[in-house]
């Protein structure tokens, strides 16, 4: 069975979310990385025409609205916010930064 969230924390001074899983494991997801790797049509366009998504450093989550409980849809301080983030997703990317030894 795959770790669910257990709790999300916005660490917004850090640009960090920390997600906790039902498994034990933490991972700590910079908010770049998030808007970086967004998923939506836009952003998959953008990447299949070989452009590169531009995101300032310093670009924070504004906001996390629930998507049923399959995951989350972010809102960044660039204004973009169109994108679905499911916790296998998440988890994939806390993974690529925290491999398991």
Known sequence: ????????TDHSASGVLEVRWSDGSVHELPHALLRRRCRCAACEQQRRSGATIA???GVRLTALHPISNQGLNLV????????????????????ELSPVA
């Open 1 to 8: 069975m795959p770790a669910t969230p257990e709790a999300l």
């Open 76 to 95: 960044f301080s660039d204004g973009h916010g169109r994108g679905i983030y499911p916790w296998a997703y998440l988890a994939a990317l806390g993974a």
């Open 55 to 57: 995101v300032a450093e």
